[in-house]
């Protein structure tokens, strides 16, 4: 298997400064799996993601919807990985969509910056939740990615509507179309949990606030109306193609009843001439 190919990046790190960096490597993790050959300290497990401790100031989170964000790791150690959790992954990519973040640490008080946060002293939770945060944002710019591809391919089909009068989808163009938009409705569907908060931020105020926070840096819920919009409109056009072509079948199996009774009517008087 072709492991992920990392990009080009300088990766330093010291006490004053980390850095997280998340990737779409894949469609999905069997996190079941995965988790019982990989030795390392879990923090947080559910069935959906883990949360690794693997050293100070170093970190790995590891979601089934085919995310792992790293902090603490060297690009030589990223690399190896991938090549290690390749076997695991569903449909692994060769190059996807990644996002950086900055952490300033020390700092007097919270403040939000353009792919940073200055946080005093930051512990394990509440780097979780950033490195959290940063795997959301690649995960909408993936869906988004998808998204934005089908609304191209239905302005398509819409533009020869426009000039046609007609569609070019066949009932197998149509179904396979069908089928992509069902799917990544299915896929965004089985993933809205990612866009929750976690438990912890329920009980923890500081947690909440950060919570909070970050998805506002994030755009977090603006972007995943902007999917929801978009995956409207593909299905709106999805059932307008659906009932033309229904419609244009109708039409057609009319026309084979009509030529079928005159074939009949034509048949009675060539058998019964007066």
Same mark, same amino acid.
């Given at each position: 298997?072709?492991?992920?190919?990392?990009?080009?990046?300088?990766?330093?790190?010291?006490?004053?400064?980390?850095?997280?960096?998340?990737?779409?490597?894949?469609?999905?993790?069997?996190?079941?799996?995965?988790?019982?050959?990989?030795?390392?300290?879990?923090?947080?497990?559910?069935?959906?993601?883990?949360?690794?401790?693997?050293?100070?100031?170093?970190?790995?989170?590891?979601?089934?919807?085919?995310?792992?964000?790293?902090?603490?790791?060297?690009?030589?150690?990223?690399?190896?990985?991938?090549?290690?959790?390749?076997?695991?992954?569903?449909?692994?990519?060769?190059?996807?969509?990644?996002?950086?973040?900055?952490?300033?640490?020390?700092?007097?008080?919270?403040?939000?910056?353009?792919?940073?946060?200055?946080?005093?002293?930051?512990?394990?939770? +509440? /780097?979780?939740?950033?490195? @959290?945060?940063?795997?959301? =944002? #690649?995960? !909408?710019?993936?869906?988004?990615?998808?998204?934005?591809?089908?609304?191209?391919?239905?302005?398509?089909?819409?533009?020869?509507?426009?000039?046609?009068?007609?569609?070019?989808?066949?009932?197998?163009?149509?179904?396979?179309?069908?089928?992509?938009?069902?799917?990544?409705?299915?896929?965004?569907?089985?993933?809205?949990?990612?866009?929750?908060?976690?438990?912890?931020?329920?009980?923890?105020?500081?947690?909440?606030?950060?919570?909070?926070?970050?998805?506002?840096?994030?755009?977090?819920?603006?972007?995943?109306?902007?999917?929801?919009?978009?995956?409207?409109?593909?299905?709106?056009?999805? +059932? /307008?193609?659906?009932?033309? @072509?229904?419609?244009?079948? =109708? #039409?057609? !199996?009319?026309?084979?009843?009509?030529?079928?009774?005159?074939?009949?009517?034509?048949?009675?008087?060539?058998?019964?001439?007066?």
């Amino acid at each position: 298997m072709t492991g992920f190919i990392l990009p080009l990046r300088q990766c330093k790190y010291s006490s004053m400064n980390l850095k997280v960096i998340s990737f779409q490597i894949a469609d999905s993790v069997d996190i079941k799996l995965f988790k019982g050959s990989f030795p390392a300290t879990i923090h947080y497990a559910d069935t959906d993601e883990i949360f690794y401790i693997i050293a100070n100031q170093k970190y790995l989170y590891v979601f089934k919807y085919g995310i792992v964000c790293f902090l603490g790791y060297s690009e030589t150690e990223m690399a190896a990985f991938f090549q290690m959790v390749g076997p695991y992954c569903k449909n692994q990519f060769e190059q996807g969509l990644s996002d950086e973040f900055d952490i300033e640490t020390d700092a007097k008080d919270i403040h939000y910056g353009y792919n940073k946060i200055e946080i005093p002293s930051p512990g394990v939770d +509440e /780097l979780r939740l950033i490195m @959290l945060n940063v795997s959301q =944002s #690649v995960a !909408l710019d993936y869906y988004n990615q998808q998204t934005n591809s089908l609304l191209e391919e239905t302005n398509s089909h819409t533009q020869v509507l426009e000039r046609k009068g007609k569609i070019d989808l066949g009932g197998i163009k149509l179904k396979k179309y069908i089928g992509r938009t069902l799917n990544l409705k299915n896929k965004i569907s089985g993933n809205l949990y990612i866009f929750d908060s976690p438990e912890e931020t329920w009980e923890n105020e500081n947690l909440n606030k950060l919570d909070i926070g970050l998805k506002k840096t994030f755009d977090l819920q603006v972007r995943f109306r902007t999917i929801q919009e978009g995956l409207s409109i593909v299905k709106e056009n999805m +059932e /307008l193609f659906k009932d033309l @072509l229904q419609n244009r079948n =109708s #039409v057609t !199996l009319e026309w084979v009843v009509i030529i079928l009774i005159l074939v009949e009517v034509v048949n009675i008087f060539i058998r019964n001439p007066k």
